[in-house]
């Protein structure tokens, strides 16, 4: 099948990370032991979130077993204080359906929460065009607390609004077709979305219209491209003639 077009150009979102500078990374390699962070853990779980493997958070919906609420707790330190996380949590929302999907086509490893197939800061998401502005502290549960509540609050508001709204493969196509998420994910898994939804004409009008754009283009992520069109067109074609 050639190269697995998710090793270069439409590699997911990394989980979420913590970025220590020279000078503080024995403060940050701490972090995980942070109060706040330990705080913030208990929290979210205590709305209902369940703690995956670094610092990823999942929420089962009642009404559909398919679709995930995800949540990244992304943060860095300030340089030059030690003990001062920079909380910047990332909402989205996946469909398991569809990324199982992508994962066969592809020839990747289907993982059982990672990557969301959509996501956004959630400050973007609960006050856009205001910079966020949580940190958490070592030594100062009471601010730690404020904090806290806040982002909670913004999670089971906007958070939680933006996941339901793209809960189905029905919404969370029309998201994709509409451009939202990050570009490489995006024009992978629209065209897979529709081809679920039966929308064959759909996907393969999306898929070459990728392609004119990407005409003349060498290289990653263009060839890994061609290579996933390619496939994915002759799997629209198989299931055609099926029916």
């Known amino acids: 099948m050639g190269r697995n077009p998710c090793s270069i150009g439409f590699s997911p979102p990394r989980p979420a990370r913590r970025y220590p500078?020279?000078?503080?990374?024995?403060?940050?390699?701490?972090?995980?032991t942070h109060p706040g962070l330990v705080a913030l853990f208990d929290a979210l779980v205590g709305v209902g979130f369940r703690k995956r493997a670094d610092e990823i958070f999942t929420l089962a919906f009642d009404d559909d077993d398919d679709a995930?609420?995800?949540?990244?707790?992304?943060?860095?330190?300030?340089?030059?204080?030690?003990?001062?996380?920079n909380m910047n949590p990332v909402c989205g929302v996946r469909i398991q359906s569809l990324e199982r999907s992508v994962a066969e086509i592809t020839g990747g490893k289907f993982h059982q929460y990672n990557p969301p197939t959509l996501s956004d800061p959630l400050h973007y998401l609960a006050r856009p065009g205001v910079a966020s502005n949580w940190v958490l502290f070592r030594d100062t549960p009471e601010a730690n607390a404020v904090v806290i509540a806040d982002i909670v609050n913004c999670v089971e508001t906007a958070g939680l609004s933006y996941m339901r709204k793209r809960a189905t493969l029905e919404t969370m196509a029309q998201a994709l077709v509409a451009n939202e998420g990050h570009r490489w994910q995006t024009v992978v898994r629209a065209p897979v979305a529709l081809w679920l939804l039966s929308r064959n004409e759909e996907a393969t009008d999306y898929l070459n219209g990728q392609l004119a754009e990407f005409d003349n283009k060498p290289g990653e992520p263009y060839d890994g491209y061609r290579n996933f069109a390619s496939t994915l067109k002759r799997r629209i074609a198989e299931s055609a003639a099926l029916r």
């Open 68 to 85: 995930l609420g995800w949540l990244g707790l992304n943060y860095a330190s300030r340089a030059g204080i030690p003990g001062q996380l």
């Open 21 to 32: 500078n020279r000078k503080y990374g024995d403060e940050m390699a701490s972090s995980r």
